[in-house]
């Protein structure tokens, strides 16, 4: 053999053990590609399905016991707003602060921060930056509601049969506010646990802004209980609002 060819012969068998080395490497990239890809696509979906779609909510206070209690995982529905609808009495909806409802500093830093952010950029926690609230619409725009201490409370007249209420909390004892109407584009909200809800009540009493939720700040309808399981169930409008007109 010449010496050309024996150079050609030791380059090619340590090409071949070089490649041979090489394919666990490869593989191993390989691999991780097939992780990295449907990852990166399962948390954009979750992403897209958070914002146009549905959202886990978690329950923050014990303001809607006798429906929902603390650390409760609700569904909502943030998709039928873009198809236009509004929200209606006696829905569970979540909406955004209209100003001084939640005075709480957000907590966002630490290793606990970062984790609560990156759930929350999937909709599986609520954000610490986001300030929203979880009440049941009681009036829309136009309606007079009527809550007065040791009555009942009425919308437009029709008195309200409300079972859903936490067992020993009186509609209205707590901040009785009269009689108030709705203007239009927006709602009046109340907590299911009336004497530890700093609702619609509290506000028109105790904030300047008033007790009015504009519309446009709903995020969407609750109308699942997700969590915790042996509880699962619907949160459907109670008969009593079909009455109101």
Known sequence: MSYRSALLASASARLRAGTAADRPARRRRSALRGLVVPAAVAL????VLKTFVFQVFVIPSGSMMGTLQKGDRVAVDKFSPWLGETPQRGEVVVFRDPGGWLTSAPDTGGV?????????????????????????????????????????LTVNGTVLDEPYLY??????????????????GHLWVMGDHRNDSADSRFQQLHNPGGGFVPTDHVLGRARVLLWPLPRWASLPVPPTFHRVS
Do not use: M, Q, Y
């Open 44 to 47: 954009v979906l979750a992403f």
């Open 112 to 152: 606990v921060g970062g984790v609560r952010n990156a759930l929350s950029w999937v909709g599986l926690a609520p954000s610490a930056n986001e300030k929203d609230l979880i009440k049941r619409v009681i009036a829309v725009g136009g309606d007079t509601v009527d809550c007065r201490a040791g009555h009942p």
């Open 167 to 184: 067992p020993g909390a009186t509609p209205c004892d707590d901040f009785p506010v009269g009689t108030v109407t709705v203007p239009p």
